[in-house]
């Protein structure tokens, strides 16, 4: 679902193991890491939309994770004109996201990236709380910047 004001409703997932490490996430087929994330739909709530994109992209069911968290606002970041279908970019700008911050309550191996017929990702690891937001895209830098820092006062001690 797409705002008036161009932006995609979207949620942003950040699963934490008992190490404070992060779970980091590759792209099929690029070199382009990111954390799990997708689109809300119409009439789906924040929460049922983090849940299905959780066993859409690395195989979770709602047993294997613990909410510690989510961001109080929608977080908003731009594509870049030439990133977005033709189709699209008289009403489309970017995502606006809220962030939810789980704890994996089951074993790394239950993530399963191949859950779907299309996988979004094709490898994965744990990851330095803070690194990806060294080594996310340009124009999503912010968001994951926003979004570690609102979710980090939750994050368990290891």
């Known amino acids: 679902m797409i705002d008036k004001e161009g932006y995609r409703e979207n949620v942003g997932i950040v699963i934490c193991n008992k190490k404070q490490m992060v779970l980091w996430a590759k792209r099929t087929d690029e070199d382009a890491w990111q954390f799990p994330q997708g689109g809300i739909n119409d009439g789906e709530s924040a929460e049922a939309a983090m849940y299905r994109e959780l066993k859409e992209e690395v195989g979770l069911d709602p047993h294997h994770v613990k909410i ?91």
């Open 68 to 158: 510690l968290a989510r961001t109080k606002d929608w977080l908003r970041y731009d594509v870049p004109k030439n990133w977005i279908r033709k189709d699209w970019r008289d009403r489309y700008k970017g995502q606006k996201q809220i962030w939810f911050l789980l704890q994996l309550t089951g074993k790394d191996s239950d993530i399963f990236l191949k859950n779907t017929k299309k996988p979004e990702f094709d490898d994965w690891r744990w990851d330095n709380f803070w690194s990806p937001v060294e080594q996310i895209i340009d124009f999503k830098r912010d968001v994951y910047e926003q979004a570690l820092k609102e979710l980090w006062d939750h994050l368990p001690s290891a």
